[in-house]
């Protein structure tokens, strides 16, 4: 069953089980104990901190690990804010940064700080003239990742690393996605990781602080891990989360250009292949495994079910497929179409013979999915009918159902003539918008609505 979600969590590394089933023999003892299984425990610790300090381009006494890449995320934001307090009180992010990121930001909001968030262009990434210009006096930190989580696109580190320096600002690099493919660009100050993501064990994150950062570890003081990770350390983990990166950089450049290959063929032959997709993220500056697609009149929830039916585990990078009924926050701060996306993460080892099942069994399970919802068919082409506005009631109702709605009776409206749309479901703001730039509809905007909700107006111009 091909696995084609290596961007929520790659399949353990040959060298990882290696690593983890032999330290587990030698690594159980507490490292800090002066005794012979203590020493021995001491070095499999010191020389997983070399060899993942060697790989993020640290000095091994600025690195830590911790239980996981949120928890180094939430040490990280919280320390260097702490640090800096008397510099100021504002975060500067990203508005496409991974949820520990935001949530981080919340938290420091809750507590009386100022967050600030960029935006990001159609592409996913931030300008760096305009994530310079966020930066000010009192700025304590700002926060960047290295390449999305949800579309893959690579942020501009070098130029964020120049405008932060120049403004005597700390950033800290997010580079969960992007450590196994390669180094970070240098001039960081603060650098986190996840192990998972690379082929390591969960719960291994790594945290790299900068000598001269100022940093104040927050909670309760803890003699491990430099004070910035208390708890007794899962050596085996760390022990095959360091061995696995090391192992997966060595591969980087090979593999990483043979799923490009395989990445790039997505990309091309799904829009070809189905009617109706939006392929999302930047076309050049990505990572190499990782391609995300959305496809109009389809409810995300279900497409994704049914190509788990066909053996392709995929995933959303819209929370459409869950409970909270609402698109991404990168989808959102992208502007871009939210209905049916599906982010395909090749791993390591993807065959091209995956790949084009892949591709022969996407068509089918998309127009499954369209009929069932009724979805209008792209040959159908209704003739107009005497002019006059009109109302579509979809209030209650939700993705992708009022665009659906729609697409259906925008052919009886004379060229010129509007459709107004009522819905309460926050993904029609993204993908009323994406649907009027895909078929060549005009979009002229929104207001709120005496029934409730919001009212979506078009007007055809096709």
Same mark, same amino acid.
Request: proline content about 8%; charged content about 25%.
């Given at each position: 069953?091909?696995?084609?979600?290596?961007a929520?969590?790659?399949?353990?590394?040959?060298?990882?089980?290696?690593?983890?089933?032999a330290?587990?023999?030698?690594?159980?003892?507490?490292?800090?104990?002066?005794?012979?299984?203590?020493?021995?425990?001491?070095?499999?610790?010191?020389?997983?901190?070399?060899?993942?300090?060697?790989?993020?381009?640290?000095?091994?006494?600025?690195?830590?690990?911790?239980?996981?890449?949120?928890?180094?995320?939430?040490?990280?934001?919280?320390?260097?804010?702490?640090?800096?307090?008397?510099?100021?009180?504002?975060?500067?992010?990203?508005a496409?940064e991974?949820?520990?990121?935001?949530y981080?930001?919340?938290?420091?909001a809750?507590?009386?700080?100022?967050?600030?968030?960029?935006?990001?262009?159609?592409?996913?990434?931030?300008?760096?003239?305009?994530f310079?210009?966020?930066?000010d006096?009192?700025?304590?930190?700002?926060?960047?990742?290295s390449?999305?989580?949800?579309?893959?696109?690579?942020?501009?580190?070098?130029?964020?690393v120049?405008a932060?320096?120049?403004?005597?600002?700390?950033?800290?690099?997010?580079?969960a996605?992007?450590?196994g493919?390669?180094?970070?660009?240098?001039?960081w100050?603060?650098?986190?990781a996840s192990?998972?993501?690379?082929g390591?064990?969960?719960?291994?994150?790594?945290?790299?602080?900068?000598?001269?950062?100022?940093?104040?570890?927050?909670?309760?003081?803890?003699?491990?891990?430099?004070?910035?990770?208390?708890?007794?350390?899962n050596?085996?983990?760390?022990?095959?989360?360091?061995?696995?990166?090391?192992?997966?950089?060595?591969?980087?450049?090979a593999?990483?250009?043979?799923?490009?290959?395989?990445?790039?063929?997505?990309?091309?032959?799904?829009p070809?292949?189905?009617?109706?997709?939006?392929?999302?993220?930047?076309?050049?500056r990505?990572?190499?495994?990782?391609?995300t697609?959305?496809?109009?009149?389809?409810?995300?929830?279900?497409?994704?079910?049914?190509?788990?039916?066909?053996?392709?585990?995929?995933?959303?990078?819209?929370?459409?497929t869950?409970?909270?009924?609402?698109?991404?926050h990168?989808?959102?701060?992208?502007?871009?179409?939210?209905?049916?996306?599906?982010?395909?993460? +090749?791993?390591?080892?993807?065959? $091209?013979?995956? !790949?084009?099942?892949?591709? &022969? #069994? *996407?068509?089918?399970?998309? =127009? @499954?999915?369209?009929?069932?919802?009724?979805?209008?068919?792209?040959?159908?082409?209704?003739a107009?009918?005497?002019?006059?506005?009109?109302?579509?009631?979809?209030?209650?109702?939700?993705?992708?159902?009022?665009?659906?709605? +729609?697409a259906?009776?925008?052919? $009886?409206?004379? !060229?010129?003539?509007?459709? &107004? #749309? *009522?819905?309460?479901?926050? =993904? @029609?703001?993204?993908?009323?918008?994406?649907?009027?730039?895909?078929?060549?509809?005009?979009y002229?905007?929104?207001?709120?609505?005496?029934?409730?909700?919001?009212?979506?107006?078009?007007?055809?111009?096709?």
């Open positions: 069953m091909p696995y084609f979600d290596a929520s969590a790659a399949p353990l590394h040959p060298v990882a089980r290696q690593a983890l089933l330290s587990l023999d030698e690594g159980w003892a507490d490292p800090a104990r002066l005794y012979r299984e203590g020493r021995r425990a001491r070095l499999l610790l010191d020389a997983a901190r070399e060899a993942a300090a060697e790989a993020v381009g640290a000095r091994p006494d600025e690195l830590v690990f911790t239980p996981s890449g949120t928890r180094a995320v939430h040490t990280g934001v919280a320390g260097a804010l702490a640090g800096r307090r008397r510099a100021g009180d504002r975060l500067v992010v990203s496409v991974h949820s520990s990121v935001l981080a930001g919340e938290a420091h809750a507590a009386g700080g100022t967050v600030t968030e960029v935006p990001v262009g159609r592409s996913g990434a931030v300008d760096p003239e305009v310079a210009a966020a930066l006096s009192r700025t304590a930190l700002a926060a960047l990742q390449a999305n989580h949800e579309v893959g696109t690579e942020q501009p580190v070098a130029e964020a120049a932060c320096r120049a403004a005597g600002v700390p950033l800290l690099v997010d580079a996605q992007s450590l493919w390669g180094p970070v660009p240098e001039g100050s603060l650098l986190t192990a998972h993501k690379w390591g064990p969960a719960g291994v994150g790594l945290l790299a602080v900068r000598k001269g950062v100022r940093f104040a570890p927050q909670g309760p003081a803890d003699e491990r891990e430099s004070g910035r990770a208390p708890g007794f350390e050596l085996p983990a760390i022990v095959a989360a360091a061995a696995s990166l090391r192992a997966v950089r060595a591969e980087a450049a593999e990483g250009a043979r799923l490009r290959a395989l990445v790039d063929r997505i990309r091309a032959r799904v070809e292949l189905v009617p109706d997709v939006e392929v999302v993220g930047d076309p050049v990505r990572l190499p495994h990782l391609v697609f959305s496809c109009l009149y389809v409810d995300g929830e279900t497409l994704l079910s049914e190509l788990d039916r066909e053996g392709f585990s995929v995933s959303s990078g819209s929370s459409c869950s409970a909270t009924l609402t698109p991404s990168v989808l959102r701060a992208m502007g871009v179409l939210s209905e049916g996306n599906v982010r395909v993460s +090749l791993p390591a080892g993807t065959t $091209e013979e995956d !790949v084009d099942r892949f591709l &022969t #069994v *996407l068509p089918g399970v998309v =127009a @499954a999915v369209r009929d069932r919802l009724g979805a209008p068919r792209p040959e159908a082409a209704p107009a009918k005497p002019a006059r506005s009109l109302v579509v009631d979809a209030l209650g109702r939700r993705c992708p159902i009022p665009v659906i709605e +729609l259906r009776v925008i052919g $009886e409206v004379p !060229v010129g003539d509007t459709v &107004t #749309v *009522l819905s309460d479901d926050g =993904a @029609a703001r993204l993908d009323i918008p994406a649907w009027c730039e895909m078929r060549g509809q005009e002229v905007g929104e207001e709120p609505s005496p029934k409730g909700g919001t009212a979506y107006v078009v007007r055809r111009v096709a």
